[in-house]
């Protein structure tokens, strides 16, 4: 999306770490102008799907998705963070390492927001190892719901996440895809051609077409099912590609600068009793 674009180029920070912060426009202060003119392409590019329901996760999803959601008429749901987890049988629950901090956090949805009839469109502002997106479409299984697709603002197609989930069958679309970005010059390079014209009409990127994926750190397989395993594919894959080679991140590979970047760290997750 060539709007989406000349706005990272011209306001986008590249930090070290592969982390590009975007919080003039995109997840502290929010140009909902921009915001308006990606729900709009979000619809276009989904328009066939039956979507019931908008899923992110808290925080920085929630801008992006409530616009989405006015597009497609529609309620938003957001996945929470949570500290301790009363498994009472009233929410759906799996673990997600967050990115920014390297921490592994419970998340929620509470049962009655999300169900079997469900259709559901994921949306979130990044996309980098897919961890998050692993943990919402993990949700949306124990739901007994349909994930129809999966809508990001930012995709980071050096980091493996993109690749990965278009393997697995799913539909996603990525307004924009960083190739890559240099943190000493702050050049940033995107994919040419987007993702959503050579991929519309199959939701499934070519082979020829995955990034690679090494320079990204990878979900922590030691939180369990926190990311990767835990989400079926979509549809049967026809080939299995082995995963890249990535590094494993632990909570304290992060550095000070690292936690600090793009707007400050999100808020600390609610207690859920
Ligand atoms: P993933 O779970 O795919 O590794 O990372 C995605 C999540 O981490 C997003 O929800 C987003 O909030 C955050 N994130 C990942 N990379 C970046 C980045 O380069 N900049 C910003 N601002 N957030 C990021």
Known sequence: MELLEERIRRD??????????????????????????????????FADAPVTKILTIEASGIGIACVVARHFGVPVVFAKKA?????DGEMYSTRIQSF???????VIVAKKFL????????????LANGCALNGLIEL????????EGIGIAVEKGFQPGGADLRERGYR??????????????????????????????????????????AAGRACDG???????????????????????????????SASPEFAAFAGGPREEPEAHS
């Open 12 to 45: 986008g920070v590249v930090k070290s770490e592969g982390v590009l912060k975007v919080d003039s426009f995109l997840n502290h202060q929010l140009d909902i102008d921009l915001f308006d003119a990606m729900g709009e392409e979000f619809k276009r590019l």
């Open 83 to 87: 500290q301790s987890i009363n498994l």
């Open 222 to 252: 030691a939180a369990g099912q926190a990311c990767g395993a835990a989400a079926a594919p979509a549809v049967p894959a026809p080939a299995v590609v082995p995963a890249p080679p990535v590094a494993v991140a632990s909570s304290t």
């Open 140 to 147: 949306v299984n124990e739901a007994g719901a349909t994930v």
């Open 100 to 106: 920014t901090h390297g921490r592994v956090y419970d």
């Open 172 to 213: 996603l679309e990525s307004l924009a895809i960083v190739e890559s970005m240099d943190p000493d010059t702050g050049k940033i390079a995107f994919r040419q051609g987007s993702v959503t014209k050579r991929e519309a009409s199959t939701g499934r990127a070519a082979s020829g077409d995955l990034g690679d994926g």
């Open 115 to 126: 169900g079997p009839d469900d259709h559901v469109l994921i949306i979130d502002d990044f």
